[in-house]
């Protein structure tokens, strides 16, 4: 990957009246790299993306571009290019008049608009819809539409604001493996703001956690799951059991009332931490092998694993296991030392980890179009 | 089919008498005597005379089209402007401009010539400071200011309603893809909002096209338009033949006229390609 950076934030602060959304956000991002913004509703993700598409201005802190400061830069003189939420395609005009817009308004020459959108429509797969209107197309065929009138600029940053929100599960999935090829094969920085972890993990080069207005973590898809910095990124990504533990020695942590041996280090002797587990990395085994023993308390049947909540010192684990447990019987858990990860401890500390109040739809309620919620604020 | 109950019959009633007895029959009569001469004889000659009306013809249609484009280049950044506001502000707006509608178009008419007549307020003004009195009543200046002051508000409020019904986001995509606030304008606000531009075309131009107190106040009985010869023919002529066959003509240049906006209106398909 070219290291050159493309966009640079620096320390950018903005407010709407008295909430503050964006809290000294410092953000460098590669040329080609494909970084996604991860975070709830109103972590000031899609502020992020709307100041370096130039629809809002930092209060505080500079933005770069290509070296370049470019905070009283317009949208309409930026080298970048966005496909909004819920597409905003201009309905008075047919598939091939929203995609050759922008290269309209670029006087382009009319034969090399036709070349070029014809083979943007291609590349979306959508040939022969040239002459359709856009309120004929389905949900995923505007999709693609929206993502061409963009792409066909050729601009060197491609901004995408929640792009597949609207979209059901299964089209959501198809899109996020075009999305990845499209931008593989254009070589163009891609910015992607979603609030939906399994979509950045899968998609992302960098993955770049928010909360509150401020930036949690930045890194690979790979290092946030594994090595999250702290208990909002822990639980945001993915499920995990956040359990508060003491780090007594190098390599070696205490929490449930058990020393586990672990492979971080680097803490002070007997510091205060906080400890994750994901549930995929516990091994169920008998009552008496355990390094800790609990009840069963649910089984849930997910298809590829079971999920079941178990009781230790009444502190619920999840645990995902192919291994069928009956609810109300008693198991052992064993931790592999790779499987235990330390964290400092932070503000977000003691506000996740256990399973006790856990339930699925409570869960899918809370998270229910944060989209919505957070486009109304941003207006 | 579910037949209708004969509470739901009944309430039409009321309406359907109405507009028989003052829309329908009138028309009925002006058509009649459109077509029959003073004994009452079937008769081309009001008709064929009209052609003694062709520069009054000529005059309101003039008359009528500025004020309407005047009114479209005052109404149209107005209606954007406002729409772009706070809702709380765009209510304000909304508020302002519907105020005067609550008064009569003749007495907003009368107060306007009390401003601008030679002893009006404005004149006694200038006088006060001893500076030269302008003499604005009996121009065309001052029928056209009549029509626009009267109409503006017929011009704005439906523009400004398409426009306030567009998604901000299609601004914001316009100006991504390169456009400037002008360009915005004219690639994106102007074709999305042309229902409402031809709805306020029509409510500017056809009252325009019909009035007479305008004419007669504000251009102190200079201008003859066609709403004045048709309300002469009845009132002071008592030929009421003449004047019927002025106000057909008038409708159906009416009709057609709305008829041809209504086309543009319909259009609604995207651009041709190449």
């Known amino acids: ?52 598409g130039g629809f809002e201005t930092p209060d505080t802190g500079d933005v770069y571009f290509d070296g ?26 047919n598939v091939f008049e929203n995609v050759a817009f922008g290269l309209r308004v670029a006087k382009v020459n009319n034969k090399e608009i036709v070349k070029r959108v014809k083979e943007t ?47 059901d599960l299964k089209l959501r999935k198809d899109m996020q493996n075009e999305l990845k090829a499209l931008h593989e094969r254009t070589g163009i920085t891609f910015i992607y703001v979603t609030h939906d972890q399994e979509e950045a993990l899968s998609m992302s080069d960098t993955i770049v956690v928010m909360a509150e207005g401020k930036i949690q973590q930045i890194g690979t898809p790979t290092d946030i799951y594994n090595e999250p910095k702290n208990a909002f990124v822990a639980d945001f990504i993915g499920e ?13 942590a205490k929490f449930a009332g058990h020393e586990f041996k672990c492979l971080d280090r680097g803490f002070e002797k007997n510091e205060p931490v906080d400890i994750v587990v994901r549930p995929e990395d516990v091994d169920i085994v008998k009552a008496e092998d355990g390094m800790l023993k609990g009840t069963v308390t649910s089984v849930t049947f997910k298809g590829v694993h079971w999920e079941i909540i178990v009781d230790i010192q009444n502190f619920k684990w999840m645990i995902q296991t192919t291994d069928y447990c009956e609810s109300g ?3 052992g858990l064993s931790i592999d030392p790779d499987a235990i990860h330390v964290m400092k401890k932070s503000e977000f500390s003691g506000m996740f980890g256990d399973y006790s109040s856990f339930s699925e739809e409570f869960d899918e309620l809370s998270e229910a179009d944060p989209g919505a919620a957070e486009e109304v604020r941003v207006e | 089919m579910k037949r209708k109950s004969f509470l739901e019959k009944a309430a039409a009633v009321p309406h359907i008498v109405w507009m028989i ?54 109404g149209y950044p107005l209606a954007f402007f406002m729409s772009r506001l706070k809702p709380s502000a765009q209510r304000v707006f909304v508020l302002l401009l519907m105020l005067p509608m609550w008064i009569s178009l003749l007495i907003r008419t009368y107060s306007l010539l009390a401003l601008l007549d030679n002893g009006g307020l404005l004149n006694s003004l200038l006088a006060k400071l001893n500076l030269p009195t302008v003499k604005i009543v009996g121009t065309p200046g001052a029928v056209i200011l009549g029509m626009v002051y009267d109409f503006l508000p017929y011009m704005v409020l439906p523009i400004y309603t398409t426009l306030s019904k567009l998604d901000i986001k299609l601004f914001e995509a316009a100006e991504d893809l390169g456009c400037n606030g002008v360009q915005t304008l004219f690639k994106v ?85 190449v």
């Open chain 1, 68 to 93: 370049v400061k470019i905070n009283d830069v317009p949208p309409y003189k930026r080298n970048v290019n966005t496909v909004f939420q819920r597409y905003a395609l201009f309905p008075h005009l």
């Open chain 2, 189 to 273: 606000a102007l074709p999305l909002s042309k229902s409402g531009i031809i709805s306020g075309i029509t409510m500017v131009f056809v009252p325009s096209i019909s009035t007479f107190y305008i004419s007669q106040k504000l251009g102190g009985g200079r201008f003859d338009l066609i709403g004045d010869t048709i309300e002469r023919q009845f009132l002071m002529n008592n030929n009421k033949n003449v004047g019927a066959a002025i106000s057909l003509v008038m409708m159906i240049l009416i009709l057609i006229s709305v008829a041809v906006m209504n086309r543009f209106g319909d259009d609604d398909g995207g651009e041709l390609i």
């Open chain 1, 121 to 167: 429509l291609e590349l979306v797969n959508l040939k022969g819809f040239e002459r359709r209107s856009v309120a004929t197309l389905s949900g995923g065929q505007q999709q693609r539409v929206a993502i061409a009138r963009a792409l066909v600029n050729n601009p060197k940053v491609l901004l995408l604001d929640e792009p597949l929100a609207a979209l």
């Open chain 1, 240 to 252: 995990s059991n956040i359990l508060d533990g003491v780090m007594i020695d190098d390599y070696l």
């Open chain 2, 21 to 74: 007895l003052f829309i329908v029959a009138p028309l009925l009569f002006v058509v009649y005597f459109a077509f029959t001469d003073a004994a009452g004889n079937f008769s081309f000659s009001n008709i064929l005379n009209l052609s003694n009306y062709g520069e009054i013809f000529l005059m309101s249609v003039l008359f009528a089209f500025l004020a309407t484009v005047i009114c479209l280049l005052l």
């Open chain 1, 1 to 52: 990957m070219e290291q050159t950076k493309i966009i640079d934030l620096k320390n950018i602060s903005k407010s709407f009246g008295a909430e503050k959304v964006l809290d000294d956000i410092n953000l460098y991002i590669r040329d080609k790299e494909f970084v996604t913004l991860l975070g709830p509703s109103g972590c000031g993700k899609t502020t992020t993306l709307r100041i370096i």
């Open chain 1, 329 to 331: 019987s008693v198991i």
